[in-house]
Each structure stands twice: as structure tokens, then as C-alpha cells.
T-cell receptor
Framework: DAGVIQSPRHEVTEMGQEVTLRCKPISGHNSLFWYRQTMMRGLELLIYFNNNVPIDDSGMPEDRFSAKMPNASFSTLKIQPSEPRDSAVYFC??????????????FGDGTRLSIL | AQTVTQSQPEMSVQEAETVTLSCTYDTSESDYYLFWYKQPPSRQMILVIRQEAYKQQNATENRFSVNFQKAAKSFSLKISDSQLGDAAMYFCASTLLNAGNNRKLIWGLGTSLAVNP
């Protein structure tokens, strides 16, 4: 089975540019999570969706960040305008909430984002 | 606020030896779940083991086992017969149930494990 697919794997861009990160969850999973990982702050939950609906976006750092899930098989995380402090690894994870409360989150390989 | 604490930023173990990584958590829930994830240098996040809080029996997955002490809110990971491939960052996580009956994970900051040949 295909796992969570994220693209791009690496992104290097200049500050002020718009950045879009993409995620395809595992087919059949109805919960999707976006995380940011840095050395200083560890793994931070930015936002998560249940059945394509945003449930908790309290981790989104500021208005420059936005996330959408237009359908069950695709989500985007957008940063506009980007800043050097946004440099991090961004992970997407999905989970089958209906399969039981002990179901783990399955992670993609992450996008390493560098803002110059 | 619910927290997960991993008090050991770094650990090391000799190949073939046993190592225990500690994790404590703070929750007011009675029904929750605990996980250990491994992140090797390839940066993938890989599930190692999970534990349901209502189960008294400690979870085991091959060389990996946990010592779950519910009253003490402790969830340590034991790696037996350590292998070079076990070198990674290990994260402990606990579920948090929100008002909408949705669960998210609360994460520790991780323990970096080195395996010495």
C-alpha cells in the first residue's frame, strides 16, 4: 500500500515567495495532520482535518500560514509570504479514525523547507 | 495543558546491549493511548510500539517493549539486543481527546539514541 505522499521533498526559495506544500494521505484515512519540526521546538502540530474539515488550527503560527483539504485525497499547506524563520521540515500524517481509537498516525517523508 | 516529557535528550548503548528510554506524561483523561515513534537520519517517522491505557499488560514488538506504569504516568521504551539500525531519534506521544471527540497527539521533544559498535 502506498503511504502518505508529500511533495516536494526539498524546497529552497527566497524570502517573500509563496510556498505550497502538498500531501496525499493514505487512501481511506479520514484524519490528516500537518506538523512542523525544528531543532528548537521539536514537532509542532499546525493543523488537523477530520473528514476534510479543519478541526484544530491553533498551532498555525500566523496568518501567513494557511491549509486546505479540498477532498479526501489531497491537502496543501501554504506560506505567503515566506520568511527565513519558516525554515523547517514539514510533515503530513494521516490516520484512519474509524478503525479504532488506538490507530496510529502514519507519516510522510516530510518536506525540508529552506527560506533564504 | 497536557504534556509529554522525555528527560533524556541523548542516550548511547553498546551494540547487543539493552537500553531504556524514559517518558512521562501528564493527562487528566482516563482513556488514552501512548506511542513511541522512531525517526532515523532519513527523517521518516516510524511507529515503534503503541499502548492502550486501559490495558495492564505491557506492549511488546520483537526487541521493543514498554514499561507502562499508569499510576506514575510513565511509559518507558526498552530496546533489547540493540542494533546499529536502532540509532535514531525516539519520540514519545500521548493522545489528547478534544471537545469534538477527535484525537491529536501530544509529543515529547525526543531522545537521540546512538548505538556504538
Amino acid at each position: 500500500d502506498a503511504g502518505v505522499i508529500q511533495s516536494p521533498r526539498h524546497e529552497v526559495t527566497e524570502m517573500g515567495q509563496e510556498v505550497t506544500l502538498r500531501c496525499k494521505p493514505i487512501s481511506g484515512h479520514n484524519s490528516l495532520f500537518w506538523y512542523r519540526q525544528t531543532m528548537m521546538r521539536g514537532l509542532e502540530l499546525l493543523i488537523y482535518f477530520n473528514n476534510n474539515v479543519p478541526i484544530d488550527d491553533s498551532g498555525m503560527p500566523e496568518d501567513r500560514f494557511s491549509a486546505k483539504m479540498p477532498n479526501a485525497s489531497f491537502s496543501t499547506l501554504k506560506i505567503q509570504p515566506s520568511e527565513p524563520r519558516d525554515s523547517a521540515v514539514y510533515f503530513c500524517a494521516s490516520r484512519d479514525q474509524g478503525a479504532g481509537r488506538n490507530q496510529p498516525q502514519h507519516f510522510g517523508d516530510g518536506t525540508r523547507l529552506s527560506i533564504l | 495543558a497536557q504534556t509529554v516529557t522525555q528527560s533524556q535528550p541523548e542516550m548511547s548503548v553498546q551494540e547487543a546491549e539493552t537500553v531504556t528510554l524514559s517518558c512521562t506524561y501528564d493527562t487528566s483523561e482516563s482513556d488514552y493511548y501512548l506511542f513511541w515513534y522512531k525517526q532515523p537520519p532519513s527523517r521518516q517517522m516510524i511507529l515503534v510500539i503503541r499502548q492502550e491505557a486501559y490495558k495492564q499488560q505491557n506492549a511488546t514488538e520483537n526487541r521493543f517493549s514498554v514499561n507502562f506504569q499508569k499510576a506514575a504516568k510513565s511509559f518507558s521504551l526498552k530496546i533489547s539486543d540493540s542494533q546499529l539500525g536502532d540509532a535514531a531519534m525516539y519520540f514519545c506521544a500521548s493522545t489528547l481527546l478534544n471537545a469534538g471527540n477527535n484525537r491529536k497527539l501530544i509529543w515529547g521533544l525526543g531522545t537521540s539514541l546512538a548505538v556504538n559498535p
